[in-house]
């Protein structure tokens, strides 16, 4: 039978998803741990999750470089020893630094936890944070710093952050060479031994998981000592930065970035799933409507977007694209433009659903391994999150009106209320 490609085939809408649940255990020391059991292959991904993120440090630097010198130093075994332990088990580490949290993330074969486990409690409790290695990623990270502030990108996204947020907020601070040079050995190791060594975490264990490896967890991250609950500082928003535009000017640059947005919220706000259908719609695809207007139609850039980027205690709003010079003001005027259309006319009902069924698909096609479906309830998990709450993404997400979207545009979209950040010129 010959294949008719003028027909298109049949489809079939996703209307659910059952995300298989968590169990939870605590530790003998009371650290929770997080099993998510589920995929096909015999590979486990174990994370140790510390609260101790920018948030919680006392100097600007200090938690990024207390989890990155883990792994380069104890009191066993030097830099070189742990990567050819772990690399001896086929496992591959990584250090995971955010704003809010820390961690430890290691990705094994089932069969080698049992080598893992001892390695990874030895990084927590027995990191001695060697001094020449530290000056090395001092070094490095002062090199990469440089590289990056070459990049208009870099610099009108952290820019955009620091104007939101303010300097003082950890969500508006960023690397510095400043703080860089000036933040002390004594700081990197009393946020290690404070948050790290002696702090509270929580595990999260997925991917082919058996009972024994419950008991193995427990015992050896469950027999440490920990210390209690750490208060968590409180930091107010205080920026002013509505209707402000903010230049990066670099005469050689040939092309500006653009970041437009504002401070919003985050997943537990009631507007949460109305404002990813809008953000959708104008930006969040490539069929949106900027991509239409600017790329397609315009040809001022190669790609435009917008998210709405959510954070443990807060979120914002960003649109960012990179044109040339010459078509900087011309892009900003037509950005708003679309803006003001979603404000004052009501989106088709053609248009809304392809948005929604596109938004259905892409979640759904988000989790095809078991460590991406780990990732989703680990957001539940972490941000105290309803444990349906990814079960009823597809029917918030079908359930948001051509009204709800009107009204989002105008709530939240208000180009007035926003701040402009240009990186290169105009």
Not at 73 to 92: K, Q, V
Not at 236 to 260: H, L
Not at 397 to 413: G, H, P, R, W
Request: glycine share 6%; hydrophobic share 40%.
């Amino acid at each position: 039978m010959q294949l008719d490609r003028s027909i298109a085939p049949d489809f079939k809408l996703i209307s659910s998803i059952n995300l298989p649940e968590a169990q939870t255990h605590t530790l003998e020391n009371g650290i929770l741990l997080h099993v998510i059991n589920i995929g096909e292959q015999p590979v486990i991904r174990i994370e140790c999750i510390f609260e101790a993120g920018n948030w919680y440090e006392k100097q600007i630097g200090a938690s990024y470089f207390a989890i990155k010198m883990l792994s380069e130093g104890t009191s066993r075994l030097n830099s070189g020893e742990i990567s050819e332990a772990f690399d001896r088990l086929g496992a591959f580490t990584e250090m995971m630094h955010t704003s809010d949290r820390i961690g430890i993330v290691v990705y094994c074969l089932s069969r080698f936890l049992p080598e893992v486990l001892p390695l990874v409690s030895q990084l927590i409790q027995h990191a001695t944070i060697p001094e020449k290695e530290l000056e090395e990623l001092r070094n490095i990270t002062l090199q990469n710093l440089k590289v990056n502030k070459e990049k208009n990108a870099y610099l009108a996204t952290t820019e955009f952050r620091a104007r939101l947020f303010g300097t003082e907020h950890p969500y508006g601070q960023s690397q510095d060479e400043d703080n860089i040079e000036q933040l002390s050995f004594d700081a990197i190791r009393q946020h290690y031994n404070q948050f790290i060594k002696n702090g509270r975490f929580t595990v999260v264990l997925a991917g082919q998981v058996e009972e024994a490896d419950i008991t193995l967890i427990n015992d050896t991250l469950g027999k440490s000592q920990i210390g209690p609950h750490q208060a968590k500082p409180a930091f107010i928003v205080k920026s002013a930065y509505q209707g402000q535009e903010a230049v990066i000017e670099k005469p050689d640059a040939v092309q500006s970035s653009i970041r437009m947005g504002r401070v919003l919220f985050n997943r537990h706000h009631e507007d949460y799933f109305k404002m990813l259908v809008t953000n959708e719609i104008l930006g969040g695809y490539f069929g949106s409507r900027l991509m239409k207007n600017i790329r397609e139609e315009k040809g001022l850039t190669y790609g435009i977007s917008s998210h709405v980027a959510t954070l443990r205690n807060a979120g914002y709003f960003m649109i960012g694209t990179d044109v040339k010079k010459e078509f900087t003001e011309l892009t900003i005027e037509e950005i708003k433009k679309e803006i003001t259309k979603l404000q004052t006319e009501r989106i088709g009902e053609e248009e809304l659903t392809t948005v929604k069924n596109f938004m259905a698909g892409e979640f759904a096609g988000s989790l095809n391994t078991a460590f991406e479906v780990a990732d989703r309830q680990k957001v539940l998990l972490l941000d105290s999150l309803p444990a349906d709450f990814f079960n009823h993404y597809i029917d918030k997400i079908q359930a948001v009106t051509s009204e709800d979207v009107l009204e989002m545009a105008n709530l939240y979209l208000k180009p007035e209320d926003m701040i402009v950040v240009i990186a290169g010129g105009k």
